[in-house]
C-alpha cells in the first residue's frame, strides 16, 4: 500500500499564484522528500526534508513537516509555466522511498 | 556517467514475448531501484539493489519479473511472458545512500513498454 497521499489530485493556478501541494502519511519516518515529474517521465528530486525539521527552503519552494499530524505540505512562490508538472511526496522509512499518487500542477500564462 | 541512463526508451512488444530493460546507475552510486509506474498512477517499488548485499526482490509483482545487476553498475529488469497489464513506464533510480533515505534519488527517464 501506498505511504503519501497527496492532495489535492489536481491544481490549477494563474501564473504568479502560490500552489499548495499537501502529503499526508501513515507510519513513522525518517524523512520525507518531494519530486517533481514532467510528463510522465523521470523524477526529479525537488527537497529532502528530515523528521527532526519543521521547515525548509529552496529558492522559491517551501516545505514544511509535521510529524505529530503525519503531514507535509509543498508551497511554490510566484508560480511559472514551467512549474506545470506532477508533484509526489516520497517517505524513507529504512525501506525503499514510497511514492503518493501526485498532485497534477497546471499553471496558467 | 552524468545522469541514469536508461534503455530503450520505448519498448513496444507482443504479448507473451521476453523483455529486457536496462539501466545504467551514476557511477560511484551504490543503491539502485526499479520502480513502474502505470498511467496516471504513483511509482510502484519493484527491486532494490545495494552494493554487493542480496537485493530486496519484495516489490517484483510475479516471479515472470526478475532482475539483475552486475559488477555493482548496470542493472537489467526482465519481464518474461509478457502481459498486457504488464505495460507502463519502468523507471530506474540510484543514489549514494542506504535505506535510511538521507539521499535524494536520481531517476532516468524511464522505458515506455506497451504489451500489445
Known amino acids: 500500500s501506498q505511504q503519501g497521499e497527496e492532495d489535492p489530485q489536481a491544481l490549477s493556478i494563474q501564473e504568479g499564484e502560490n500552489a499548495t501541494m499537501n502529503c499526508s502519511y501513515k507510519?513513522?519516518?525518517?524523512?520525507l522528500q518531494w519530486y517533481r515529474q514532467n510528463s510522465g517521465r523521470g523524477l526529479v528530486h525537488l527537497i529532502l526534508?528530515?523528521?527532526?525539521?519543521r521547515e525548509k527552503h529552496s529558492g522559491r519552494l517551501r516545505v514544511t513537516l509535521d510529524t505529530s499530524k503525519k503531514s507535509s505540505s509543498l508551497l511554490i512562490t510566484a508560480s511559472r509555466a514551467a512549474d506545470t508538472a506532477s508533484y509526489f511526496c516520497?517517505?524513507?522509512?529504512?525501506?525503499?522511498?514510497?511514492f503518493g499518487k501526485g498532485t497534477r500542477l497546471s499553471v496558467i500564462a | 556517467g552524468a545522469g541514469v541512463s536508461q534503455s530503450p526508451s520505448n519498448k513496444v512488444t507482443e504479448k507473451g514475448k521476453d523483455v529486457e530493460l536496462r539501466c545504467d546507475p551514476i557511477?560511484?552510486?551504490?543503491?539502485l531501484y526499479w520502480y513502474r509506474q502505470s498511467l496516471g498512477q504513483g511509482l510502484e517499488f519493484l527491486i532494490y539493489?545495494?552494493?554487493?548485499?542480496?537485493?530486496?526482490k519484495s516489490g517484483l509483482p510475479s516471479d515472470r519479473f526478475s532482475a539483475e545487476r552486475t559488477g555493482g553498475s548496470v542493472s537489467t529488469l526482465t519481464i518474461q511472458r509478457t502481459q498486457q497489464e504488464d505495460s507502463a513506464v519502468y523507471l530506474c533510480?540510484?543514489?549514494?545512500?542506504?535505506?535510511?533515505?538521507?539521499?535524494?534519488?536520481?531517476f532516468g527517464s524511464g522505458t515506455r513498454l506497451t504489451v500489445v
Open positions: 533510480a540510484s543514489s549514494l545512500g542506504s535505506l535510511a533515505g538521507e539521499y535524494g534519488y536520481t
Open positions: 539493489f545495494q552494493g554487493n548485499s542480496a537485493p530486496d
Open positions: 526534508i528530515r523528521s527532526n525539521e
Open positions: 516520497a517517505t524513507s522509512g529504512n525501506t525503499p522511498l514510497v
Open positions: 557511477s560511484g552510486h551504490t543503491a
Open positions: 507510519t513513522s519516518i525518517n524523512n
